[in-house]
């Protein structure tokens, strides 16, 4: 089946810098369209960054524009979240998700299938 294992997460004072791995088994990762989401305390989960199956399309939240980069190794079935300059603000548990095989980052975005147990990030100010 599916498995998605996040890791990289951790305390971090604001301004500074985290990378979050994604290790995924059980698909066709190079089909396969991924994403990050976040749920902050008394939140609900948002989407933060998507990564198409091809790789030619991204999408960042507004919030994490021009800070956070999605990226992917498809040699090993790994998707990345680099995060800069954070923020306390960006505080959560970070989730890897992903879809169907040949799923648009829309698609994704909006009904992923499969989940990572989540990261813990806390930004200190």
């Known amino acids: 089946q599916v498995q998605l294992v996040e890791s990289g997460g951790g305390l971090v004072q604001a301004g500074g810098s985290l990378r979050l791995s994604c290790a995924a088994s059980?698909?066709?990762?190079?089909?396969?369209?991924l994403g990050w989401f976040r749920q902050a305390p008394g939140k609900e989960r948002e989407s933060v960054a998507a990564i198409s199956w091809g790789g030619g399309s991204t999408y960042y939240a507004e919030s994490v524009e021009g800070r956070f980069t999605i990226s992917r190794d498809n040699a090993k079935n790994t998707v990345y979240l680099q995060m800069n300059s954070l923020k306390p603000e960006d505080t959560a548990v970070y989730y890897c998700?992903?879809?169907?095989?040949?799923?648009?980052?829309?698609?994704?975005?909006?009904?992923?299938?499969?989940w990572g147990q989540g990261t813990p990030v806390t930004v200190s100010s």
């Open positions: 059980g698909l066709t990762f190079s089909r396969s369209s």
């Open positions: 998700a992903t879809g169907a095989p040949l799923d648009s980052i829309v698609v994704l975005r909006s009904r992923p299938k499969y």
